[in-house]
């Protein structure tokens, strides 16, 4: 099975009250880890890369990869760009056989998110490829680019409607209190329901998109701190606000951070228990399966995307 868009994953998903889990990629080790698990539980997959994963990786190089995953696995993959800030990014991802697109024109005016979207919207459906676009402005830090809690801004559902229809985008992300990063919450998490309620209500079974949407999970925290890390304070969405969005209009679920907190964790404790190992097959390896681990809880847990293939 070749590569494949989104919108039948999102399509079943809207109607089964569940959520695709769309995991940031940025090496060998991520791709298989996270593949490993969505086979063994018969998920449906987004593997998504970011403007830093293509600098850090080569785009080729992921590309091929996702495709020898794909091969292997026999699963239905989407390929998407996470986070593409310009129509040119987008293109050169389109051209490179990317099945998905984002485009994040959020931190422009309300119309000028309007028309740069809706440019990429014209070439990608052209191509047979789906976009995601974002409206309000999420906190924390990606790629360079770190917006602070002041500048983020929750999404206007009344906006919504207009956005889409006059965009054609397949997709959108809003912000409803989630952030990136490991550093989410300073008091209690707080997600607002009733904005994706309303954006529901206004754009009925149109699929919605979660940014920033870890959870961190202490366990892990706790090990990075115990083998010499220092990330105090580190809090993400709790699961079970996870899982009710994964029930609303929520199709799919963006999660990166828990990824990057599995292998940190892992690698730290090996190091400590084995200050001699130099190979790094003996450290990435358990690396990957902790990635694999706890890809299946959120498969199974979190997304309820378990058994839908
Ligand atoms: O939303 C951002 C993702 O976590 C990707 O992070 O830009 O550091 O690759 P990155
Ligand atoms: P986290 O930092 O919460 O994992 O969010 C990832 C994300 O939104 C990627 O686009
Ligand atoms: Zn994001």
Known sequence: MPLVTSAEMFKKAYEGGYAIGAFNVNNMETIQGIVEAAKEERSPLILQVSAGARKYANPLYLKKLVEAAVEDS?????????????FELCKDCIDKGFTSVMIDASAHS???NIKITKNVVEYAHDHGVVVEAELGKLAGIEDDVNVSAEDAAFTDPGQVEEFVARTNVDSLAIAIGTSHGAYKFKGEAKLRFDILE???RRVPGFPIVLHGASSVPQ?????????????????GVPEEMLRKAASMAVCKINIDSDLRLAVT???????????????PRQYLGPARSAIKEIVRHKIINVL???NKI
């Not at 760009?81 to 310009?86: A, P, R």
């Not at 366990?219 to 809090?235: C, S």
Request: proline share 6%; charged share 20%.
């Open 74 to 86: 026999g699963l239905p993959i989407c390929l998407h760009l996470d986070h593409g800030d310009t």
């Open 110 to 112: 309300f119309e000028d």
């Open 198 to 200: 309303e954006v529901s």
């Open 219 to 235: 366990y892990l925290v706790e090990q990075i701190n115990l083998y010499g890390g220092n990330m105090p304070g580190a809090k």
């Open 265 to 279: 964790a892992t690698i730290r404790k090996y190091f400590s228990e084995n200050p001699s190992h130099f190979d």
């Open 304 to 306: 309820g995307c378990n």
